[in-house]
């Protein structure tokens, strides 16, 4: 059972493009719904995360915006830089444990 | 202040051996969780320990096993190789406090290969 599908698969940018990711979770318990950031060869870092009670977060160029009556979340990448070239998880956290997206590889080309 | 370390990088098997993973997590942290990452599947949980106990399990067969030593650093054994278990399998630390115990930090991962 998928319980946070994740879109699109993979995602081409221009520089200064914004990049858009979606997510959309099934379990209502869910509390928290981070995004993770996962350069080759290393393991995911934490990028930004938020929480249900509020709609949206924004860190520098980095936004997420949350709808919790669709149960969606997304992440924007303003201005995106080929140095944001990365596979981006979305995931849902209850009980300790965060459920993951399968990923999306963004490739911003300069 | 180091990250999460795993040893070794990469590990390479045959199908019906065993493999063994480790895990030191970030200094203080007592949580140690493992995340299997298959090409095409995301990260998909394994196991959670804290406190030296298993609290979590996700939805793999018993042939995955691990454990968690006094000093917190953990261990992920795998028996009976097949094929399928190759993956990148990776280790996350938290430190359990209120509002923060969901915040993992991993480490870059043990890259296995099943022959």
């Known amino acids: 059972q998928q319980q946070v599908k994740q879109s699109p698969q993979s995602l081409i940018v221009q520089k200064g493009g914004i990049s858009i990711i979606n997510c959309a979770y099934e379990?209502?318990?869910?509390?928290?719904f981070p995004w993770y950031q996962q350069f080759p060869g290393k393991g995911p870092a934490l990028l930004i995360a938020?929480?249900?009670?509020?709609s949206e977060k924004k860190e520098g160029r980095f936004t997420i915006s949350f709808n919790k009556s669709a149960k969606q979340f997304s992440l924007h990448i303003m201005d995106s830089q080929p140095g944001d070239s990365a596979t981006y998880f979305c995931?849902?956290?209850?009980?300790?444990?965060?459920?993951f997206g399968k990923g999306t590889l963004l490739t911003v080309n300069p | 202040e180091a990250g999460v370390t795993q040893s070794p990088t990469h590990l390479i098997k045959t199908r019906g051996q065993q493999a063994t993973l480790r895990c030191s997590p970030i200094?203080?942290?007592?949580?140690v969780y493992w995340y299997q990452q298959a090409l095409g599947l995301g990260l998909q949980f394994l196991l959670w320990?804290?406190?030296?106990?298993?609290?979590n399990r996700g939805n793999f067969p018993p042939r995955f096993s691990g454990r968690q030593f006094p000093n917190y650093s953990s261990e992920l054994n795998v028996n009976a190789l097949e094929l399928e278990d190759s993956a990148l399998y990776l280790c996350?630390?938290?430190?359990?406090?209120?509002?923060?115990?969901?915040?993992?930090?991993f480490g870059s991962g043990t890259q296995l290969s099943v022959l």
């Open positions: 996350a630390s938290s430190l359990k406090l209120t509002g923060e115990n969901e915040k993992l930090f």
């Open positions: 379990n209502t318990a869910f509390d928290y």
């Open positions: 938020i929480r249900p009670d509020v």
């Open positions: 995931a849902g956290g209850s009980n300790y444990k965060l459920t």
């Open positions: 200094s203080g942290h007592t949580s």
């Open positions: 320990y804290d406190e030296g106990e298993e609290r």
